[in-house]
């Protein structure tokens, strides 16, 4: 009897050892397993250098609208290639699987501005080869000139070194520039007595300023902030930061939008000042750096260009320069060849349609009316 106890616990015991090592043997087997994906990841992540990618239309400047050929050459001919995926501002557009690995793209679509081209090679042995190749678009349009109406002459301080200035219901809010002369003013646009005025501190250079919801915004230089106050009273609200440098600012009645003296202009969200999107602006030859004071008006940006005499039309949905308003014979005998009182200063009147210009210490203000593009 105690035998035969014994007998069936050794029994037992033989079977609890093999379901163990069959158990282990499984364990072992799911290591293994991880153990080569994890060595298939590795071999697919690996970079190789076998090609070369070119963009062949490139010799002269390329206009939105023009095609371009992308091309990758192969310069190692020891990997075979399975397959080529090209893109375009990081949107994949084709994958080609065999020779020749060329795609001819469309620019129609594509803003103005720098755009980046990208092909990712994949490699028979896992590898792969990334290229990147920069191109840079011009507007496709020729801008109009628009002429326009002296309708009117005004007041302007002319100790006021505008860099900020804004119309609304009769009177003109303008934010003037200088280390330790920098302000905030309100101004009847009628007589050019002064109603408020406030100095910002005597370390920061004053810019742009916009109307916004019963508030006003005003940049400053290169201080990296901002201050938002009260329309009525002047009171200091908020401040607020940004990363590059603050030149103009205007909106369009939901977001804000500034320029920080380059070609590109940013759109901003106004309650904690974030970036939104952004964008550059061209003509026909090329970028339009010194973007300053901005006016937004019916769907376009109005912008003052440092040190011109010009005003440009921008459509903010492409970046192109749709139209330039040439005001040399708005400028003051006695600045005609500064290259520091300039035209600066672009405000609008939405009741009569007109448009209001002036320049850093200038004494007068013109009220303009633009005229008609056909």
Not at 85 to 113: A, C, E, R
Not at 145 to 154: D, F, S
Not at 298 to 326: E, M
Request: proline content about 2%.
């Amino acid at each position: 009897m105690i035998k035969n106890q014994c007998f069936k616990i050794m029994g037992l015991l033989v079977v609890i050892s093999i379901i163990t090592s069959c158990d282990d043997n499984k364990s072992n087997k799911k290591i293994n397993n991880n153990k080569t994906v994890k060595k298939e990841i590795v071999e697919t992540n690996k970079i190789c250098n076998i090609t070369d990618l070119v963009l062949n239309d490139l010799e002269h400047v390329q206009a939105v609208g023009n095609k371009i050929n992308a091309e990758v050459k192969i310069i190692d001919n020891a990997k075979p290639i399975d397959s080529i995926q090209f893109f375009i501002d990081d949107n994949k557009k084709i994958t080609l699987m065999h020779k020749p690995y060329s795609y001819n793209f469309d620019t129609k679509l594509l803003s103005v501005g720098e755009h980046n081209i990208k092909t990712i090679s994949f490699v028979s042995d896992k590898s792969k080869d990334i290229k990147e190749h920069k191109f840079f678009l011009v507007s496709d349009i020729k801008p109009q000139n628009i002429n326009y109406k002296i309708l009117n002459t005004l007041t302007h301080d002319k100790r006021a070194y505008t860099q900020g200035f804004v119309y609304d219901n009769g009177y003109f809010y303008e934010g003037t520039g200088q280390y330790g002369e920098s302000t905030l003013r309100k101004v009847n646009a009628k007589t050019g007595d002064l109603i408020e005025s406030l100095n910002l501190p005597s370390n920061v250079f004053g810019e742009g300023v916009v109307l916004y919801k019963n508030k006003i915004f005003q940049l400053t230089w290169q201080s990296l902030v901002g201050y938002v106050y009260d329309k009525e009273s002047f009171k200091l609200l908020n401040k607020f930061n940004y990363q590059t440098e603050g030149w103009g600012i205007t909106t369009d009645g939901k977001d804000l939008i500034m320029s920080d003296g380059t070609s590109k202009i940013y759109y901003v969200e106004p309650e904690f000042f974030t970036k939104l999107h952004q964008f550059e602006v061209c003509d026909n030859n090329g970028a339009v750096n010194n973007l300053n004071e901005l006016e937004y008006v019916n769907g376009f940006i109005y912008a003052n260009v440092w040190q011109t005499d010009k005003i440009i039309k921008i459509d903010p949905s492409n970046g192109k320069v749709v139209a330039v308003i040439n005001c040399k014979k708005l400028v003051p005998k006695e600045y005609v060849r500064s290259q520091d009182n300039v035209l600066n200063g672009i405000a609008y009147n939405s009741e009569k349609n007109t448009f209001y210009v002036t320049g850093k210490r200038w004494a007068v203000i013109y009220e303009i009316e633009l005229e008609q593009i056909k």
